[in-house]
């Protein structure tokens, strides 16, 4: 079946714009995350979604970010005003209960660079 | 300290070793955990849960210690194709996932 997708796949903006990157989870999954990933890094938590609700903001590095989910499904995480530390991979995640636990399942990610 | 900690490597093994990682994570509430793989420039794959009595697939076991709040993971007969980053993630609550910063595996021929 078809996996989690996420648009555009590169993005090149310049320093002060804004973006939108969008996720589309697979069909049915209750949960969606966001992570961002710079250059030989490891993953930082951005926010999650338990259906249309983010219990857990606490990884969005600034208020230039936000990130909304509506009808449970697509999640579009926005960055206002964006700044050249911003450029990483941004890789978008959902996931079902299996067998008593969650398990994760990726998006190719969107590569955002700030000129 | 960071909840979810890896040593970074890299690990650089021949071909047909045995190699191990660990990862400690500071939660004792955690509830569940699974080993990533992430090959460069991709998204990360789900390589494998770890359950409390340890699971193995293939050439690969896991292992979860509670008490020491650690999991591990063995591979063994290792192959060229086994070179990626080993990512280790913990279940915080509900569906809150937090990830190690990997374990970066090479295999040599």
């Known amino acids: 079946g078809a996996g989690v997708s996420q648009s555009p796949s590169n993005k090149v903006t310049e320093k002060g714009k804004d973006v939108e990157l969008r996720c589309d989870p697979i069909?049915?999954?209750?949960?969606l995350y966001w992570y961002r990933q710079s250059l030989g890094q490891g993953l930082e938590f951005l926010i999650y979604f338990q259906g249309n609700s983010a219990p857990d903001k606490s990884g969005l590095p600034s208020d230039r970010f936000s990130a909304e989910r509506t009808g449970g499904s697509v999640s579009t995480l926005t960055i206002q005003r964006t700044q050249q530390e911003d450029s990483a991979v941004y890789l978008c995640?959902?996931?079902?209960?299996?067998?008593?636990?969650?398990?994760?399942?990726f998006g190719p990610g969107t590569r955002l660079t700030v000129t | 300290r960071k909840e979810v900690e890896q040593d970074p490597g890299p690990f650089n093994v021949p071909e047909g070793a045995t190699v191990a990682f660990n990862c400690t994570y500071s939660n004792s509430a955690s509830q569940s955990f699974f080993w990533y793989r992430q090959d460069c420039r991709k998204e990360p794959k789900l390589l494998m849960s770890?359950?409390?009595s340890g699971n193995e697939d293939g050439r690969f076991t896991a292992q979860l210690n509670r008490a020491s709040q650690y999991i591990s993971l063995l591979i063994r007969d290792s192959k060229l194709s086994d070179s990626a980053t080993y990512l280790c993630v913990v279940n915080k609550n509900n569906n809150d996932m937090r990830f190690g910063a990997g374990t970066r595996l090479t295999v040599k021929p």
């Open positions: 995640a959902s996931s079902r209960w299996r067998q008593a636990t969650y398990e994760q399942y």
């Open positions: 770890v359950y409390s």
């Open positions: 069909s049915g999954h209750t949960a």
